[in-house]
T-cell receptor, first 111, second 111 residues
Framework: SQTIHQWPATLVQPVGSPLSLECTVEGTSNPNLYWYRQAAGRGLQLLFYSVGIGQISSEVPQNLSASRPQDRQFILSSKKLLLSDSGFYLC??????????FGQGTRLTVV | GEDVEQSLFLSVREGDSSVINCTYTDSSSTYLYWYKQEPGAGLQLLTYIFSNMDMKQDQRLTVLLNKKDKHLSLRIADTQTGDSAIYFCAESTTGNTPLVFGKGTRLSVIA
């Protein structure tokens, strides 16, 4: 069966520090991968999605970036965090445009 | 672009039925989904309906789709306190495009 792992679960980082969140999927090949952000009390904002290794689509211009070094690995990064980067980050996968399956999320607090 | 709209809040008494509504704009939607998010967790797929169906029932959950009006609803019968969560409506089309999510409806169940 397919599983998705996302870590860490919580993270507190100072303003200006770098960020690396990792997501891996097991049990499937060539999945579509997604990074979403959920600010407090708000809906889901799609940040990045990838349909294959090295293929990244950015939905929102900001100081975040994403990479897909392996088929089932998706990494969200920042060189310098801003206060506004605080939020709940969710990784998800799907097979083409069918239902998406989500990780448990990372609560990021930038202080 | 595509848009999915939901009311933000719904409050019901335990044992009553809950109806969460959603409207979407993309007439080429192929699947429509309902996700549940409990506090501090990722999104869990509850149910989905294919666009050529008008109703789907799964235990306490009933999904109704009015394709002409682009209106989707989720009815939860005999609502319990454990049903308190944020419910997201989402739609997808064919190909590799990401799911489009609504902002979520926060359901509060009063004992």
């Amino acid at each position: 069966s397919q599983t998705i792992h996302q870590w860490p679960a919580t993270l507190v980082q100072p303003v200006g520090s770098p960020l690396s969140l990792e997501c891996t999927v097991e049990g499937t090949s060539n999945p579509n991968l997604y990074w979403y952000r959920q600010a407090a009390g708000r809906g889901l904002q799609l940040l990045f999605y990838s349909v294959g290794i090295g293929q990244i689509s950015s939905e929102v211009p900001q100081n975040l970036s994403a990479s897909r070094p392996q088929d089932r690995q998706f990494i969200l990064s920042s060189k310098k965090l801003l206060l506004s980067d605080s939020g709940f980050y969710l990784c998800a996968w799907s097979v083409r445009s069918t239902e998406a399956f989500f990780g448990q999320g990372t609560r990021l607090t930038v202080v | 672009g595509e848009d999915v709209e939901q009311s933000l809040f719904l409050s019901v008494r335990e044992g009553d039925s809950s109806v969460i509504n959603c409207t979407y704009t993309d007439s080429s939607s192929t699947y429509l989904y309902w996700y549940k998010q409990e506090p501090g967790a990722g999104l869990q797929l509850l149910t989905y309906i294919f666009s050529n169906m008008d109703m789907k029932q799964d235990q306490r959950l009933t999904v109704l789709l009015n394709k002409k009006d682009k209106h989707l609803s989720l009815r939860i019968a005999d609502t319990q306190t454990g049903d308190s969560a944020i419910y997201f409506c989402a739609e997808s089309t064919t190909g590799n495009t990401p799911l489009v999510f609504g902002k979520g409806t926060r359901l509060s169940v009063i004992a």
